[in-house]
C-alpha cells in the first residue's frame, strides 16, 4: 500500500526560525513534490525533484528551499520563518499525498 | 493564468442524489487526470483518475466523465452519502502523472441527511 509520511501533524515555531519539514515515502517514486494549501488560493507548488539531488521551483518557491540527499525523503525548508508562511504543507510523491503539516508561525 | 477551472465552489446534495462537479482545462498537453477528496485537517486522498483515451471510468459509486473536444470532465457521485461530504479537488497533469499537478480551486460538498 502506498505510503507518505510528514513529519509533523502541527507545528508552531517563532518568526526568524529555521524550520524542517520532512516527508518520507515508501515507493521507491522519483518525483516527489512540496504544495502548500491556504484557504481561497487552493494547492500551489513550492518546489519538486524527479531525482537524487535534483531540484526545481515551483510556482511560489521564494522563502523555501529543499534537500533531497536519499531518494525516499524530501526536505522542505523555510530559512527564516514569516507570519505569512503560516499554512497546510502537503507532501506528494507521484500523485499521493502526504497527512500534511500544519505550521503556524508567531 | 487558472489552467484547470472547477465548478462549482460548494454543493449541498441530498442523501441518495447524485453530485456533480466539473472541470474545464486549457492545456492540451495534460494527459492525466485525476480527482482528490480532502477531509478537513488531511491531506488529499487520491479517489480516481482517468486517462485521455476512455471518456468515462466507474469505481463504485464514483464515475469520472472525460469529453476531449470540449477539455472537460466531471466527477459524479452516485447515492451521494453524508460521509462524501468532504471537499473535491479535480486536477491535470502531463506525463501520465508523473509530473506536476495543476489543481481546480475545490468544490466543498455537503451531503445533507
Known amino acids: 500500500d502506498v505510503k507518505v509520511t510528514q513529519s509533523s501533524r502541527y507545528l508552531v515555531k517563532r518568526t526568524g526560525e529555521k524550520v524542517f519539514l520532512e516527508c518520507v515515502q515508501d515507493?521507491?517514486?522519483?518525483?516527489m513534490f512540496w504544495y502548500r494549501q491556504d484557504p481561497g488560493l487552493g494547492l500551489r507548488l513550492i518546489y519538486f525533484?524527479?531525482?537524487?539531488?535534483?531540484?526545481e521551483k515551483g510556482d511560489i518557491p521564494e522563502g523555501y528551499s529543499v534537500s533531497r540527499e536519499k531518494k525516499e525523503r524530501f526536505s522542505l525548508i523555510l530559512e527564516s520563518a514569516s507570519t505569512n508562511q503560516t499554512s497546510m504543507y502537503l507532501c506528494?510523491?507521484?500523485?499521493?499525498f502526504g497527512p500534511g503539516t500544519r505550521l503556524t508561525v508567531l | 493564468q487558472q489552467q484547470v477551472k472547477q465548478s462549482p465552489q460548494s454543493l449541498i446534495v441530498q442523501k441518495g442524489g447524485i453530485s456533480i462537479i466539473n472541470c474545464a482545462y486549457e492545456n492540451t498537453a495534460f494527459d492525466y487526470f485525476p480527482w482528490y477528496q480532502q477531509f478537513p485537517g488531511k491531506g488529499p486522498a487520491l479517489l480516481i483518475a482517468i486517462r485521455p483515451d476512455v471518456s468515462e471510468k466507474k469505481e463504485g459509486r464514483f464515475t469520472i466523465s472525460f469529453n476531449k473536444s470540449a477539455k472537460q470532465f466531471s466527477l459524479h457521485i452516485m447515492d451521494s452519502q453524508p460521509g462524501d461530504s468532504a471537499t473535491y479537488f479535480c486536477a491535470a497533469s502531463i506525463n501520465s502523472g508523473y509530473s506536476t499537478l495543476t489543481f481546480g480551486k475545490g468544490t466543498m460538498l455537503l451531503v445533507s441527511p
Open positions: 525533484s524527479y531525482d537524487v539531488k535534483m531540484k
Open positions: 515507493m521507491d517514486h522519483e518525483n
Open positions: 506528494a510523491s507521484r500523485q499521493f
